[in-house]
């Protein structure tokens, strides 16, 4: 099941997929979105923020309707698991993860979208991030982690 939830202010993606769990995707906190983890896993893409694809627009309701709708679309893309892997890492914070303070060798992975996996003993309230590419399909093909 996708389902994408709109509450007052609130903005997320969940979705359950054959029991896995419910996991939750957050791309747009800038005053319509929820930063807290909610799900069993979830995932912050570009630290669950400013979305690459969204780096060009100026008109500003513009840029966080274009924030926001890229959850689908990421979902979309994770579907077609041959061309597009979305590969997050567990991390406590995106400025951690960026630094590179949270190696895939050394922490929790998971693959973002339809194929991702509920991790058995994983924390509550764990936090998995990535980061996508401007233009579809979106994913680092390559497993990059932190720029």
């Excluded at 597009?84 to 914070?93: A, D, N, T, W």
Aim: glycine fraction near 8%; include cysteine.
């Amino acid at each position: 099941m996708l389902m994408v939830w709109h509450g007052g202010s609130r903005e997320l993606l969940t979705w359950k997929i054959f029991r896995r769990g419910a996991n939750t995707m957050h791309e747009q906190q800038q005053g319509y979105g929820i930063y807290d983890p909610l799900g069993d896993i979830d995932f912050y893409p570009n630290g669950g923020a400013k979305q690459p694809q969204c780096e060009s627009v100026e008109d500003s309701s513009e840029y966080i309707s274009c924030n926001h709708d890229a959850a689908p679309y990421f979902f979309l893309q994770s579907i077609n698991t041959t061309q597009c892997l979305f590969r997050s890492v567990q991390c406590p914070i995106y400025d951690d993860f960026l630094d590179g303070q949270c190696p895939p060798d050394s922490s929790a992975t998971d693959l973002m979208g339809l194929p991702a996996q509920k991790i058995p003993c994983l924390a509550p309230k764990s936090k998995f991030y990535l980061r996508t590419m401007e233009d579809s399909p979106y994913c680092l093909q390559d497993g990059d982690g932190p720029a």
